[in-house]
């Protein structure tokens, strides 16, 4: 019985599995998306998010130890060099995981696994969504209400001023 046990297996071995995990990370850190199915893309979110945040922490022991889960010198490089740099103020949620439908062979469903600061296209979007604020009350109304009876106010005055 596996009660309790959270460790999604992906119908592997221990040893295939962490080499598949390890290889994964690598490609991720230094692709920063990549392409797998969905239950592939949770298990490598809860391996490399650990991770992502050592790598906040540059020193000799949190390199070493990436690199023991890692095994790729580059992406050990990249992680620390690039990437920890990048999510330096993020206080965790480093990953994004796109839904994109089902395989065609064997109808698994598939997804991107991306780190969430290198995506232009979402950055793009979402910095004219802050930008655009919609003032919500009746001050903006009360002011151009005030402004019309000022100027019709002003178009009396006129008119008793012309007719005398």
């Known amino acids: 019985m596996r009660h309790g046990d959270k ?3 992906l119908g592997r071995k221990t040893a295939h599995r962490k080499a598949m995990l390890a290889n994964m990370a690598s490609s991720l850190i230094l692709h920063k998306r990549i392409a797998t ?3 592939k893309a949770k298990a490598l979110r809860i391996y490399v998010e650990p991770l992502l945040t050592k790598s906040k922490d540059d020193s000799t022991h949190s390199r070493r130890t990436v690199f023991a889960y890692l095994g790729n010198k580059e992406a050990v490089d990249m992680l620390f060099k690039e990437v920890s740099t990048k999510i330096a103020d993020r206080p ?7 839904k994109t439908g089902a ?3 064997d109808n698994a469903d ?5 780190l969430v600061d290198y995506n ?4 793009a979007a979402k910095a004219p969504a802050k930008a655009k604020t919609a003032r919500r009350g009746g001050k903006k109304k009360s002011t151009d209400a005030a402004t019309k009876t000022v100027e019709k106010s002003e178009e009396s005055t006129d008119d008793s001023s012309k007719s005398e």
């Open 7 to 9: 460790l999604n297996n």
């Open 37 to 39: 199915t969905i239950a």
């Open 92 to 98: 965790g949620g480093y990953t994004r995981i796109l």
């Open 103 to 105: 395989r065609l062979g």
């Open 110 to 114: 598939m997804c991107f696994i991306e």
């Open 120 to 123: 232009e296209n979402m950055l």
